[in-house]
């Protein structure tokens, strides 16, 4: 019996929407009670939280971890350490890696190597159609009694209607979730940005916005047709958004994610073809970025993750239109998400129920919450404590992050996982 | 006469005054070309590189002729040939060139930004000749000072671009350097050979060409890419001639003394009406050439002189 009592603490309670201080007591890996005091436990070993904030540890939906096939790029020992400094106690594994997960052997071969290397919970995800080349589904069932969340071929659209819908209709038979890319796959084709005055400035392809509704009208009409759980990776742009709130009250059931990346920056920030600001979907408007912000504090978007897309140098030193997309996010996830909070757009309990709550209830995990029974996933953190980020101290393999040299607030203090302190700072 | 710029990567970082320096030099270049004047003083004991990873003929003659007329010990290098084809990255093959010391480094790349990106690697001037859809600085300053010349200035004139905008560095860079100036530029072409965002760069947009092209001052045509014509982005070569063609009944909308441009290889036929092209009191095309390498000659001799002083102050220090 191993008891933990953190004492004056900022308690942000994402389920209650509370943001109070209080006392949190952790038996055995699980949290057992909250108090609005400190009260005398007599055998637990007491930590102080100076005030600062504790909150469920995140669950970050759509990590790459470039196991199997590059792991010089990010391996789950690096993942894993990098999640623990970034205060997340859950990563939710992509499987958009070399050779795709899209069977029960690379599943289990994934996990192993999570449980042997990662400090922090890995649940992994596994392509929705072999090889995610969109022409035939994968084991869906085989793939979620080996331990799949969700279904997903990533970045990658499932073009062919016919295929999506059957996956769908699949999926729907066995209540497995799908995660789906929005992005209409023909007009994206060949895009490095968004189009406009920036994007015709800098002579780079671009893609309409519009693109993304295309994208999400689609899927709305397949979600009717067959009832399936649907998740939407990443919704970044305003004109997706009205369609994204009528399929909500329709009953359809479908949520959406937005990337921490597409919160914070916006297509200006590629600046003179910084293509460490290239993702997919492409950075987009000042406009856009501000709609989406408030469609998360409204909770029409349910979802933020980190999007964490490690890359090597050599993928990104070359010519915008050639390099490759994404940025990694792990430890970066919190602080840029504060931004949010600074910036008054959103307050913490808000923001926890995007990066907590919501994605717990979406996979089904009692996580994500300060309650009595939740695992003793937390994490403690000074909101305000201001520091420059430098990549070259990132704990992930690669320093791919458009961070770099950015002023930031908001340092995680510690982590713990099942109770059990996996992130102290200064380690 | 002021120019700070340490490389001649676009026309966007350009400040008026730099550019009116670059052209008032180049100005006197052409005078001195004409004349028969040689300046093999200017960059005599420097060495110039062009790379060019993309086929040009003018482009590249116009920097040789002016390299070495200024001087300098100057090296072609065919770099779709070379060893990009084994894989090497832009970045090696910067790092490269670097090593060998060059001091002036003239390049042609496919990709927008691809120029920039190779300056932030090298430690000599670097004179974009053409990045992607980007920018295409030196076609816009010998643009320029046609233009100037043609017309006495270089201010309040109204200047029609017509053609493929979209693909076109030249129209970027032109737009650009002509706003600058404070002139009324006007761009002309089918509605799928606009750039997106166009109506925020400061410009009247037109579809059609009689409209367009109305009280004119200068006729800027622009190659139509034979690969753009089959019907992805326009129906056809000879509806397109057709609309946006320059021939005598369009060009008539402009003012009787306007001036028309074309930055080369001309398709006759498709974008312009050979006997426009060929007339030569509306056509300057030939002057555009002849000024071509006048600019590159200006533009070489202050990158060089900022070089060196550069370099001086990096000696002292060091």
């Known amino acids: 019996m191993t008891k933990t009592l953190f004492i004056n603490a900022r308690l942000i309670d994402p389920v209650a929407l509370t943001d109070q201080s209080g006392a949190l007591l952790v038996e055995d890996g699980r949290i057992v009670e909250n108090f609005d005091d400190s009260p005398k436990i007599p055998d637990a070993n007491v930590i102080d939280c100076g005030g600062h904030c504790l909150a469920p540890g995140i669950i970050d939906i759509g990590v790459k ?74 084991e869906i069932g085989f793939l979620q009694d080996a331990g799949a969340v969700a279904f997903t071929d990533c970045d990658r659209v499932v073009a062919n209607t016919k295929v999506f819908s059957r996956a769908l209709t699949y999926a729907r038979s066995l209540d497995a979730l799908v995660i789906g890319h929005i992005q209409e796959p023909i007009l994206s084709e060949g895009a490095a940005v968004t189009s406009g005055k920036f994007a015709s400035l800098r002579g780079l392809p671009g893609v309409s916005p519009m693109a993304e509704r295309m994208g999400l009208d689609r899927d709305i009409s397949l979600l009717e047709m067959t009832g399936a759980r649907y998740h939407v990776d990443q919704v970044t742009t305003a004109r997706a958004l009205p369609a994204l709130e009528r399929a909500k009250r329709n009953g359809l059931k479908i949520t959406a994610g937005v990337g921490v990346h597409h919160l914070t920056l916006n297509e200006l920030d590629v600046a003179d073809y910084r293509t460490f600001f290239k993702l997919k979907p492409p950075l987009r408007s000042e406009d856009d970025r501000l709609a989406v912000v408030q469609a998360v504090a409204d909770g029409l978007i349910d979802v933020i993750s980190s999007m964490h897309t490690p890359q090597d140098e050599e993928s990104k030193r070359l010519p915008y239109e050639e390099a490759a997309s994404g940025a990694v996010g792990l430890e970066t996830l919190l602080p840029a998400a504060l931004r949010l909070y600074h910036a008054e757009m959103i307050d913490l309990p808000r923001l926890f129920r995007a990066l907590t709550r919501n994605p717990a209830h979406l996979l089904g995990l009692d996580a994500g919450r300060l309650r009595a029974g939740a695992p003793a996933d937390l994490v403690l953190f000074d909101p305000d404590a201001p520091f420059q980020l430098d990549r070259s101290k990132l704990l992930s393999k690669s320093k791919n992050t458009p961070f770099d040299g950015a002023r930031m607030q908001g340092k995680v203090l510690g982590t713990w996982v099942n109770g059990t302190r996996v992130w102290e700072n200064g380690q | 006469m002021t120019f700070r710029a340490n490389h001649l990567l676009g026309i966007e970082p350009l400040h008026p005054t730099e550019i009116t320096t670059l052209l008032d030099l180049a100005d006197s270049y052409a005078d001195h070309n004409r004349k028969g004047i040689a300046h093999r003083d200017v960059l005599v004991g420097m060495t110039q590189i062009n790379m060019f990873f993309e086929n040009s003929t003018r482009t590249q003659a116009s920097f040789e002729i002016a390299g070495k007329r200024l001087g300098a010990d100057v090296m072609n290098m065919g770099m779709q040939a070379s060893s990009i084809k084994k894989g090497e990255t832009l970045i090696d093959t910067a790092l490269t060139l670097n090593a060998m010391r060059p001091d002036l480094l003239v390049v042609r790349h496919p990709q927008s930004g691809a120029v920039d990106l190779l300056a932030q690697k090298v430690n000599c001037a670097v004179l974009n000749a053409g990045d992607g859809k980007h920018e295409h600085p030196t ?180």
């Open chain 1, 65 to 138: 971890v470039s196991e199997p096939g590059e792991r010089h790029k990010e391996s789950f020992r690096s993942a894993g350490q990098a999640a623990a400094a970034g205060g997340v106690t859950t990563i939710v594994t992509r499987p958009d890696t070399l050779p795709a997960i899209d069977t029960p052997e690379t599943l289990e071969f994934v996990e192993r190597r999570a449980q042997e290397d990662a400090p922090v919970h890995v649940l992994p995800m596994a392509a929705l159609t072999k090889g995610r080349l969109g022409r035939e589904m994968t």
């Open chain 2, 139 to 318: 076609q816009a300053l010998l643009d320029a000072l046609t233009i100037r010349r043609a017309k006495g200035r270089l201010h309040r004139l109204s200047i029609a671009i017509c053609g493929d905008i979209s693909h076109s560095r030249v129209a970027r860079s032109n737009i650009m350097l002509l706003g600058k100036m404070e002139n009324r530029v006007r761009l002309i072409g089918p509605p799928t050979l606009m750039p997106s965002g166009i109506s925020e760069f400061g410009v009247e947009v037109f579809e059609d060409m009689a409209a367009g092209l109305k009280d004119v001052d200068v006729v800027m045509m622009l190659r139509l890419q034979k690969e753009r014509m089959d019907g992805g982005f326009i129906p056809s070569e000879r509806e397109y001639f057709h609309r946006y063609g320059l021939d005598a009944d369009k060009l008539s909308h402009a003012k009787p003394d306007a001036i028309v441009m074309h930055p080369g290889p001309m398709n006759r036929g498709v974008e312009i009406d050979g006997n426009i092209a060929d007339d030569i009191n509306r056509s300057v095309i030939q002057e555009q050439v002849e000024m071509g390498v006048a600019v590159r000659m200006a533009a070489m001799d202050l990158l060089a002189v900022n070089l060196r002083k550069k370099r001086g102050q990096e000696a002292i220090m060091a």
